[in-house]
């Protein structure tokens, strides 16, 4: 078991950068690798990126690779998400969650395989 608590998000102008922080506690912290996922207005929550808590192997969409960055620090027990070069089509509900026994994308990537989530923090990117 493992519990997320999200910091970070707020308002940005397109172009503009934001940082989202994971904070993971709890019994199981270490067995689980850490991903985000992003719900946009009207949309089911979609895969961003992620990354094993021990291997520290990363995964991305292909879309937002390049200006999305996921790093851990294991000292800290966080995971932050690092957005760069923003876009208004970027504004959603942003969501970390612990998944245990992946080891490649595919799996990462189905919402199902998670059974612990953050409460979510709002993006928002304006003109």
Do not use: M
Not at 74 to 91: F, I, M, S, Y
Not at 102 to 122: H, V
Request: glycine share 12%.
């Amino acid at each position: 078991q493992v519990q997320l608590v999200q910091s970070g998000g707020g308002l940005v102008q397109a172009g503009g950068s934001l940082s989202l922080l994971c904070e993971v506690s709890g019994p199981g912290y270490g067995y689980f690798d850490i991903s985000w996922f992003r719900r946009l207005p009207g949309k089911e929550e979609d895969f961003v990126a992620a990354i094993g808590w021990k291997s520290g192997t990363t995964y991305y969409d292909d879309s937002l690779k390049g200006r999305f960055t996921v790093a851990k620090d294991n000292a800290e027990n966080t995971v932050t998400l690092q957005l760069d070069n923003l876009k208004p089509g970027d504004t959603a509900l942003y969501y970390c969650a612990a998944v245990y026994g992946c080891s490649e994308s595919s799996c990462y990537e189905k919402r199902r395989n998670y059974s612990w989530w953050g409460q979510g923090t709002q993006v928002t990117v304006s003109p």
